[in-house]
């Protein structure tokens, strides 16, 4: 009677141990199917081998969300991609790299009934793509789409802090104001997301200390990248430069320093016009060329009055597109920001570009120039200070090229593209694995899966 009653006590546990067995595996081809549905199209008939599906990443952002592409050509072999962007006229610039882009609404400008419109637009986009990751860059966009993810189950949700900007520039009543609104938005997407990146340390121990941002849910990754071989001092040709130079009314013999930027106040453009007028005594060889659009809907915009002073003092091309030709027509690169910026992609590129670099000594800006290195740190507002710095740099060719050289390999050991975008690219993919993880530690401890516990 007791071998009876153990052999079907055994009998009755493989059997329980078979059942189990097959709803992992159920579990596992469920989650390789809804894998596959999450990407932006099926494997080719015409494949031999049918090709591992890759996560589909929806990546968000605002008007500059083309900043992205590289980014996105970098890890192409490992993820599919959709773009969303504020600004539909980036259609075409997505479309020339063959990336899916979709439109959302979203202003820059404080909107209650407009953001909350961008919210529900960016969860029914989520709905019907259905990515496995969500990753947004910038203020608005970092904070609505963690939202809009989570409402739309997106299994991950991360999001890049690119800097804390002109909220934390000033102390102003209405700067105050905003920040507040500012940091209990922010507050709700920590929450949201997985992960939420900074690009610096000093922003990321700063809203960690503030209860913004989540412990345990925050990692630095510093700045977006550049790509090195884009940027390329030796890959630009003598003519190029001498060309870019010409077309701009600037000598060929001329010490060209320049200021690629929105020219807005917290960036510095003020400050770039006052440098132009400190150093007129510098001699008739040196021209000062400012790049970058006069952004209109910035909250420390510049008054039409000084947008003249501005002109008057320097050379304002305003927005341009061939930014790596002008870097390479230029001999010191000069960015006075006092704006709390995650790492300013026009010092990466100019680092990368071998120029020396001039900037204050704030949060982002300090980690691409280290001072006496590759170029000097001054203090924010020091105009006597930025000054000195330029014009020890426009005398001195030797100390130019010392300073461009070390730029040039700073760009290429800690901001190159290719290290930048592995680190995101863990990041999604551990996320990724947990949740599978998760999931099959749900299937395996369901009633219907008992294992033997005997």
């Not at 730029?407 to 290429?412: E, G, I, K, N």
Request: glycine share 6%.
């Amino acid at each position: 009677m007791r071998a009876c009653t153990r052999r079907r006590a055994l009998h009755a546990a493989q059997e329980r141990f078979r059942a189990q067995t097959a709803l992992a595996a159920s579990a596992r081809v469920r989650l390789v199917r809804a894998c596959a549905l999450r990407t932006t199209g099926p494997a080719s008939p015409c494949s031999r081998e049918p090709m591992e599906p890759r996560p589909l990443v929806a990546i968000v952002g605002g008007p500059d969300v083309d900043a992205r592409i590289p980014l996105v050509e970098e890890l192409r072999s490992r993820f599919s991609f959709v773009v969303f962007g504020s600004d539909a006229g980036k259609r075409t610039r997505f479309a020339e790299h063959e990336i899916p882009f979709r439109h959302y609404p979203l202003t820059r400008r404080v909107s209650p009934l407009g953001d909350l419109r961008a919210i529900r637009e960016l969860q029914r986009a989520f709905e019907a793509t259905r990515p496995s990751v969500v990753h947004a860059f910038d203020t608005k966009p970092g904070i609505y789409a963690c939202i809009a993810a989570r409402r739309a189950d997106v299994p991950v949700v991360t999001s890049t802090i690119t800097g804390l900007g002109s909220l934390y520039s000033s102390e102003g009543p209405k700067t105050r104001l905003l920040r507040a609104i500012y940091e209990g938005l922010q507050r709700i997407a920590c929450r949201k997301a997985d992960y939420t990146v900074f690009q610096n340390h000093d922003d990321e121990r700063r809203l960690l200390a503030a209860g913004v941002a989540t412990r345990g849910k925050t990692v630095v990754v510093l700045g977006s990248g550049v790509d090195t071989r884009t940027f390329d001092p030796q890959a630009m040709p003598a003519e190029t430069r001498e060309r870019t130079r010409s077309s701009l009314g600037i000598a060929p013999d001329a010490v060209v320093v320049t200021m690629v930027s929105r020219m807005t106040r917290t960036k510095g453009a003020l400050e770039f016009g006052e440098l132009a007028r400190r150093c007129a005594d510098a001699g008739p060889r040196v021209r000062f060329l400012a790049v970058g659009p006069d952004d209109r809907d910035s909250v420390d915009r510049l008054t039409p009055r000084e947008l003249g002073e501005l002109q008057a003092a320097v050379l304002w091309t305003g927005a341009r597109s061939d930014v790596r030709e002008i870097l390479a027509a230029s001999d010191v690169f000069v960015l006075p920001s006092a704006c709390r910026e995650g790492i300013p992609r026009s010092l990466l590129e100019a680092a990368s570009t071998g120029l020396p670099l001039v900037t204050t000594d704030t949060p982002g800006c300090n980690e691409a120039c280290r001072d006496g290195e590759n170029g000097f740190c001054v203090a924010e507002g020091d105009a006597e200070a930025l000054a000195r710095a330029v014009r020890r740099l426009v005398v001195d060719e030797g100390l130019r090229r010392s300073f461009g050289a070390a730029s040039r390999r700073r760009a290429r050991e800690r901001f190159e593209l290719r290290v930048v975008a592995s680190q995101m690219a863990r990041i999604w993919e551990d996320r990724l694995a947990a949740v599978e993880r998760a999931q099959l530690a749900q299937a395996a401890s369901s009633p219907h899966s008992n294992i033997m516990s005997r």
